[in-house]
């Protein structure tokens, strides 16, 4: 069964960091370029970062540059996405998908699939 689950959201203040975590089962997410998404209450959903099959081809939302870092571990199956200095325009929930390598620089939801559940993150004081 391929799946992928999101783990890591929570209540943080402003200034805060998170991790989020995209875990895959049922396949190798090695082949696959993955997204980190995320859909506030009233709006579409977005792409916030995308990564290639590699730590070296990333792509960030401007909205996030400087602040949000994506990674991957290849032999733990799993995508990260440390978010650091969090405002809270950043609350909403956050989902992960995958992509062929190719299409990760564009990074908007219609050419991702096999959504997880998502994770919510509030950032509030």
């Known amino acids: 069964q391929v799946q992928l689950v999101e783990s890591g959201g929570g209540l943080v203040q402003p200034g805060g960091s998170l991790r989020l975590s995209c875990a895959a089962s049922g396949f190798s997410l090695d082949s696959y370029a993955v997204g980190w998404f995320r859909q506030a209450p009233g709006k579409e959903r977005e792409g916030v970062s995308c990564i290639s099959t590699s730590n070296s081809a990333t792509a960030y939302a401007d909205s996030v540059k400087g602040r949000f870092t994506i990674s991957r571990d290849n032999a733990k199956n799993t995508v990260y996405l440390q978010m650091n200095r969090l405002k809270p325009e950043d609350t909403a929930v956050y989902y992960c998908?995958?992509?062929?390598?190719?299409?990760?620089?564009?990074?908007?939801?219609?050419?991702?699939?096999?959504w997880g559940q998502g994770t919510q993150v509030t950032v509030s004081s």
């Open positions: 998908a995958v992509a062929p390598p190719i299409l990760f620089r564009t990074c908007v939801p219609p050419n991702f699939g096999s």
